[in-house]
């Protein structure tokens, strides 16, 4: 019988947690701890980091994971980094549940930068109404370019108030519809979206909605990460469980 060890975040993740519970196979749920109220889950759940490679490493050791599945979010570099090297250090076989990324249609208005801060250096200008769409993580590097009006959307309520002189939150959790988040832009006059490459249908109705208004959408590119086996179905890491290797390692 697996032992997976599931690394989450996403809506993918859960849907796969939801999978492996139908089906009896042994899971935990490993959240990094920035979300303050994960939805329940039908597996275990734990929250926090692991330590790095060798503390990731260790861990599928002392637990004796069979499988590492990492569902998280595209933008999640360092961990999926961890985890291809963790899984190699460990023995244990690795499969990436991941959404496709997004492809510009051609009546598409798209810049692409690389990360976070070619899209701090591409706000440089005028002032502008600027559809935030990042989460809270990478908000306050923005500030370097305060004269433009940010519309932020939070998961949750910030202890702390954005660092952002000029900003209007809005605290609402996904899937959202091209529907809303058009009025949302149409209400806040938005002539410019900022957003990471996250793929996916969760996410994609602001892309949906800027188009139909002509709004340009800034779009921060995906990292680069190290060579790995990915799937983008939560049911094919069932498939990926039935046929993949048990660990060589396990118990050592």
């Known amino acids: 019988m697996p032992n997976v060890l599931l690394l989450g975040g996403t809506t993918e993740a859960s849907a796969l947690a939801r999978l492996l519970a139908a ?48 569902a998280t979010h595209p933008f999640a570099a360092t961990m999926s980094g961890n985890a291809v090297a963790a899984a190699a250090l460990a023995g244990v076989p690795l499969l990436a549940l991941t959404r496709a990324a997004w492809m510009p249609r051609p009546d598409d208005r798209w810049q692409h930068v690389a990360d976070i801060e070619a899209a701090v250096d591409a706000l440089a200008g005028p002032a502008r109404r600027i559809l935030l769409a990042l989460g809270r993580v990478h908000v306050e590097a923005f500030a370097a370019q305060p004269q433009h009006r940010y519309v932020l959307r939070f998961v949750d309520m910030p202890a702390i108030p954005p660092a952002l002189p000029d900003h209007h939150l809005v605290v609402d959790r996904g899937p959202f519809t091209p529907e809303g988040d058009r009025a949302l832009m149409e209400a806040h006059s ?60 396990r118990g050592v």
């Open 190 to 249: 938005i002539d410019l979206v900022v957003c990471k490459n996250a793929g996916g249908s969760g996410a994609e109705a602001k892309l949906i909605a800027a188009r139909a208004l002509g709004v340009p959408v800034l779009m921060i590119d995906r990292p680069i990460l190290p060579p790995r086996e990915e799937v983008t179905d939560p049911q094919a890491v069932l498939d990926w469980l039935d046929h993949a290797p048990v660990s060589a390692k």
């Open 23 to 70: 089906r009896g196979i042994p899971a935990t749920l490993s959240y990094a701890g920035r979300t303050e109220n994960p939805r329940p889950q039908p597996v275990s759940v734990r929250v926090g980091g692991f330590g790095g490679i060798e503390g990731l490493a260790a861990y599928l050791r002392e637990h004796r994971i069979t499988h590492l599945v990492d």
